[in-house]
């Protein structure tokens, strides 16, 4: 793989044809700007030549940032390299970085896929990666509606969504993602979750008629807890197993 060292001015040097990032904006740079402003850019973008100019293989928010600071001159190593080994680089390059969304990496794992005609385990030699790395990551796209949409907005990781999607019952998994999703959860707890919902018959908006029990004089009410669903107080009697109230939970269709 041929390669030299090169200052370009940013105006000859364009966005990535398929960019990784979902979500890159102005304001989702702030800290490069701040960083380039005070000792400039220490990691050379890659680039590769099209045409007259060059496309983005690695460096994408360095980029947006050095173009808010107005630099006019950047750093770039171009590469001879076609498209396939170009989409290869640009994930190698953001593999290690957490802040990646799911989503993104899903669509572009697909987009290999149909726009190379390989499988996963070919990507995964290609990543360097485990074959089950890609399928679940790849499997994200197959996701209901509520769980995609929780992943795409950050509110659930990859791991707790991977143990969410497990549970078999629709309505009790819609109510577990909204709790996760809205009061937090770690992987244990997903997991934990997981076994639970689908260990045990689900529960909603139903309502029995039980006769109170005595209670002794060394009885202790049951601390009221708070609904991770609409952020209300819950009342004992009101309570679930995931601990939200019975009225914030999905109505069975």
Known sequence: MKSKYQLISPDRIKDPERPLRSDLSPESVNDLVTSIKAVGIIEPLVVKAKGDNFEVVAGHRRLVAAEIVGLTQIPCIVLEI?????????????????????????????????????????????????????????????????????????KLSFTVARELVQIKDTNKRKVYINAAATGGCSPDLAVRWRKEANSQKPVFNQETETEEPEQSADFVPMRNLTCPVCNKEILPEEQTTVITHKFCQPVPQ
């Open 82 to 154: 076609n498209d396939l080994e170009g989409e290869v680089l640009k994930l190698h390059e953001n593999l290690a970085r957490s802040e990646i969304n799911p989503f993104d990496w899903a669509n572009h794992l697909a987009y290999l896929k149909q726009q190379y005609k390989i499988s996963n385990g070919k990507i995964a030699d290609l990543l360097g990666m485990s074959e089950a790395w890609v399928s679940q990551h790849l499997e994200i796209l197959q996701y209901p509606a509520e769980l995609t949409n929780a992943v795409k907005q950050a």
